[in-house]
């Protein structure tokens, strides 16, 4: 577990700014944590430096097709930054385990729809997200009739300390990440000498961050009617007895 403090102590060491073991000013600290959690806020726009991917999921109400996501809302859950869009990323799962893929809808595609109210099905075809502040929203294309559980795939905003002793449990790399790149974005505050990051400084802040982009990199899997290819879409197998598809 790491702290606000050891992660801002940590980065006014590397600067110079202070000597190991020294304590660190209130107003420094103070500084300190405001950049600190700027600095957190922007990461969480980026897709390769966001860790927190989250499933969530509600139980649909017949008749109800606009949920509130977010502290206090239908779904009181984080609220996401956006939900994932691609084969298996949304679903409806029926009372005895049956899930029915949901499309995730843009704008655009959403604004072609006709008539929503007019719409009702026993499964929704369609989910448009609207990040709404404080409280997104979740629309769905045709009303549902039926209770059962809608589940979707988030990303998430990176969490943020709310005071210097505020404790984080980070995944491998990111205390590292945060440390090189919290120094480089508090060296004019506390460097009034016109100076900049050294070399050095600037390429672990930059080798760190790339190394837990990599690590956050998923694999694409690409999907396509069979009918456009002319190859043969599997084989059988004769040990299982069944198609293997590729």
């Keep these: 577990m790491t702290t606000a403090l050891d992660l801002i102590t940590d980065a006014l060491v590397s600067?110079?700014?202070?000597?190991p073991g020294e304590?660190?000013?209130a107003a420094d600290s103070a500084t300190g944590l405001s950049v600190l959690n700027d600095m957190i806020d922007s990461w969480s726009n980026e897709s390769l430096i966001t860790y927190a991917r989250k499933e969530q999921s509600v139980t649909l109400v017949p008749g109800k097709n606009v949920y509130t996501v977010g502290t206090g809302g239908d779904i009181n859950d984080t609220r996401p930054l956006r939900i994932l869009d691609g084969p298996g990323t949304c679903y409806v799962t029926d009372s005895v385990g049956n899930r029915y893929p949901v499309a995730v809808l843009n704008q655009d595609q959403w604004n072609l729809i006709g008539n929503v109210a007019l719409s009702a099905s026993n499964i929704p075809l369609g989910l448009f997200y609207d990040p709404q502040f404080p409280l997104g929203q979740i629309k769905l294309y045709p009303i549902p009739n039926i209770g059962w559980t809608l589940t979707f795939d988030s990303w998430l905003q990176l969490s943020e300390f709310p005071a210097l002793t505020t404790a984080l449990s980070l995944p491998p790399g990111y205390v590292r990440a945060i440390k090189r790149n919290l120094a480089i974005e508090l060296w004019p505050y506390f460097k009034d000498d016109k100076s900049t990051p050294g070399a050095a400084m600037v390429r672990a802040a930059?080798?760190?961050l790339a190394a837990i982009k990599?690590?956050?990199t998923?694999?694409?899997v690409a999907f396509f009617d069979s009918s456009l290819s002319s190859r043969p879409s599997g084989a059988y197998n004769i040990y299982t007895d069944n198609q293997t598809f590729r």
């Design 15 to 19: 600067m110079g700014s202070y000597s």
């Design 23 to 25: 304590t660190i000013g």
């Design 206 to 208: 930059a080798q760190s």
């Design 214 to 216: 990599r690590t956050n």
């Design 218 to 220: 998923k694999e694409v």
